[in-house]
């Protein structure tokens, strides 16, 4: 007869805390995918977003397509596709890499910041981001209406103008509640990249659970790490928060 013993949750998570630098390393390259991705897509999002609403029928079409075919396939399959595509057509790939060497409360780590798998990682995230925040940008501008484009018009702005000036402003205040939505999901999209061996924090997270010598159970690393996402998403959308009262307009 087996007995199995059931673990003792404060050694579990001492044992858990022995590894806090791989911990301390994968949320920074999740933080450094999450912060590169956002920015991307924020300035890509906005573009798509006028180009659907102002660029004409062709331009508009073709920015509508993007939006339905990146919204509408699995972000773990746009990924896969972009890391796999090189090899595919024959591209020769050479292994480059960007660390970035320290030491910290007596502990040498090294942060990769880019490689291969980072950059696909960071362009599959972006390219993601970028269409769900254009649907974000292009609600905010419906809610300004043509007639404020017009009357630009009426004194002397040009069209391009018009929107800079005057819709832009605007609708970036006004889309801060919805497009938090994206800025504390993005954060948990970066898990995907775990599939093409970056090291972010699911993966280290795997590192733990199967190493040979000091035993952590699986539910005591999730909770832990599902604890951090909780905090970090909270902090985001309390920042967000604030910042949608501070930009507030009195009477508007």
Do not use: C
């Amino acid at each position: 007869m087996i007995f199995q013993t059931r673990p003792n949750p404060l050694e579990d998570f001492l044992n858990l805390l022995g590894f806090w630098d791989h911990i301390l390393t994968g949320f920074i390259t999740m933080i450094w995918l999450y912060g590169i991705a956002l920015v991307i897509g924020f300035f890509l999002g906005i573009l798509l977003a006028i180009i659907r609403q102002y660029g004409g029928k062709v331009l508009s079409q073709v920015s509508t397509i993007y939006i339905e075919i990146v919204r509408g396939t699995p972000l773990l399959a746009q990924t896969l596709l972009l890391f796999y595509l090189p090899t595919t057509l024959g591209i020769p790939i050479m292994g480059w890499e960007v660390e970035f060497n320290f030491t910290f409360l007596e502990k040498d780590m090294t942060l990769t910041l880019f490689n291969q798998a980072i950059f696909i990682g960071i362009i599959a995230l972006s390219l993601n981001s970028a269409a769900y925040q254009a649907e974000y940008f292009r609600g905010a501008i419906l809610s300004i209406g043509e007639g404020q484009i017009v009357a630009a018009e009426s004194i002397g702005m040009s069209r391009l103008s018009g929107i800079y000036h005057v819709v832009l402003p605007q609708a970036l205040r006004r889309v801060i509640p919805s497009w938090s939505n994206e800025a504390t999901y993005l954060p948990k999209y970066t898990v995907v990249v775990y599939f093409i061996g970056v090291k972010e924090l699911f993966r280290e997270a795997n590192y733990i659970m199967t190493h040979p010598y000091i035993a952590v159970t699986p539910l005591t690393i999730y909770i832990f790490i599902g604890i951090i996402f909780l905090i970090m998403i909270s902090l985001i959308s309390k920042g967000l928060d604030i910042l949608h009262k501070r930009t507030g307009i009195p009477g508007l």
